[in-house]
Nanobody, 121 residues
Framework: QVQLVESGGGLVQPGGSLRLSCAAS????????MDWYRQTPGKERELVAG?????NYADSVKGRFTISRDNAKNTVYLQMNSLKPEDTAVYYC?????????????????WGQGTQVTVSS
């Protein structure tokens, strides 16, 4: 069974930092891209940062957040600095992967369960 498990969320004061991790496990054949999204109540989930052959960021986090990836560990990280109250959200990772399924290969996007980030004094 393929899983994405996020960790590292929590409560932090404005201006502080957090590092999120998302580890993929299971019968993984190949990972193409890994992304971080966030969602607040009543709003659509938005892309925060992505990494594949290159990286991309939402304008609202450029210069403050850094996405990185450890391919040997099938893990993606999101280093978040200079956090603001408006960064408060549930953060989700996803991965576009090819996995082994019933003796063959299948490609789909998997999602983690989410981790809460709260920025407040």
């Amino acid at each position: 069974q393929v899983q994405l498990v996020e960790s590292g969320g929590g409560l932090v004061q404005p201006g502080g930092s957090l590092r999120l991790s998302c580890a993929a496990s299971g019968s993984i054949f190949s990972i193409y891209t890994m992304d971080w999204y966030r969602q607040t109540p009543g709003k659509e989930r938005e892309l925060v940062a992505g990494i594949g052959g290159s990286t991309n960021y939402a304008d609202s986090v450029k210069g403050r957040f850094t996405i990185s990836r450890d391919n040997a560990k099938n893990t993606v990280y999101l280093q978040m600095n200079s956090l603001k109250p408006e960064d408060t959200a549930v953060y989700y990772c996803n991965a576009d992967m090819t996995t082994v399924y019933k003796g063959g290969l299948t490609r789909k996007v998997y999602w983690g369960q989410g981790t809460q980030v709260t920025v407040s004094s």
